[in-house]
């Protein structure tokens, strides 16, 4: 799909090249995660603490989804992250080998020790959605820069373009 002049030039310039991460199906690759995602947008008009938890929320949701369908031996890495910066927005993708529908999103209360890692991803990202595979699914994450605000038309061409 060829985006509107008017979007993609608000939206597309200046972009890095993606990132890309491969991790491990274990609970400490979620903090090499953080590391990484904050490194990617150090000097950019984002803060590097969100960033870097949405990124481990996400990564640790799917390396619990990984776990659940199997050990995984050292020598595969089935958890992938890509990342895309721009001056207006960061472009998170988590990839997962369990391609069953995710539970909607649980506050769990405030003395809940599980469930509310996706409110706090929902609450930073300007948006969030997920696409399945016959063997996997992609949680999708846009976060903007402060002060932006990126129009529906600009979502979805950001969406279109994954």
Request: charged share 20%; no cysteine.
């Amino acid at each position: 799909m060829t985006p509107d002049p008017a979007v993609a030039d608000r939206v597309g310039p200046r972009s890095r090249r993606p990132a890309w991460l491969a991790l491990h199906a274990r609970p400490a690759e979620a903090a090499r995660a953080r590391s990484f995602a904050s490194a990617e947008v150090f000097g950019l008009p984002f803060d590097p603490y969100e960033i870097g938890l949405v990124t481990s929320e996400i990564v640790t949701n799917a390396i619990r989804a990984a776990l659940a369908l199997r050990p995984w031996p050292d020598d595969l890495w089935p958890i992938g992250v890509q990342m895309t910066t721009t001056h207006r927005y960061v472009y998170l993708a988590v990839t997962d080998p369990d391609g069953r529908r995710m539970a909607a999103p649980d506050d769990g209360g405030l003395l809940a020790e599980h469930g509310r890692g996706l409110s706090i991803v929902d609450h930073l990202a300007a948006a969030r959605w997920v696409t399945y595979a016959e063997h996997g699914k992609t949680v999708h994450v846009v976060i903007t820069a402060s002060e932006v605000t990126l129009t529906p038309t600009e979502l979805q061409w950001i969406r279109d373009a994954r």
